[in-house]
């Protein structure tokens, strides 16, 4: 059974950090890009980054470049999103997902094979 348990939301200030993690288990994801996704109340999920597999690569929404980095730990089936300078509008659940079947990082969400259950991010003003 393939799981994706995404941690570290929360509530913070604007301005302030977290960082995200999603732990895979039941499967080795180390050979496949893992991405993160978010959605707000009333909106569409929206990338928010993604990375490759040996984590060479990545992409990042222009909403959260210069403020989020994605990283990876594949001998600990993880990958993590560290997020900066929060704004109120980075309010939403963050999902994490592994897309399997292409070598390039990819931004669609319909790309994405697995996805977690969510971690809430609340940024009060």
């Known amino acids: 059974q393939v799981q994706l348990v995404e941690s570290g939301g929360g509530l913070v200030q604007a301005g302030g950090s977290l960082r995200l993690s999603c732990a895979a288990s039941?499967?080795?994801?180390?050979?496949?890009?893992m991405g993160w996704f978010r959605q707000a109340p009333g909106k569409e999920r929206e990338f928010v980054a993604a990375i490759s597999r040996t984590g060479g690569s990545t992409s990042y929404a222009h909403s959260v470049k210069g403020r989020s980095t994605i990283s990876r730990d594949n001998a600990k089936n993880t990958v993590y999103l560290q997020m900066n300078s929060l704004k109120p509008e980075d309010t939403a659940v963050y999902y994490c997902?592994?897309?399997?079947?292409?070598?390039?990082?990819?931004?669609?969400?319909?790309?994405?094979?697995?996805w977690g259950q969510g971690t809430q991010v609340t940024v009060s003003s």
């Open positions: 997902a592994v897309e399997t079947r292409w070598a390039a990082v990819v931004r669609d969400a319909a790309e994405y094979d697995y």
């Open positions: 039941g499967r080795t994801f180390s050979g496949y890009t």
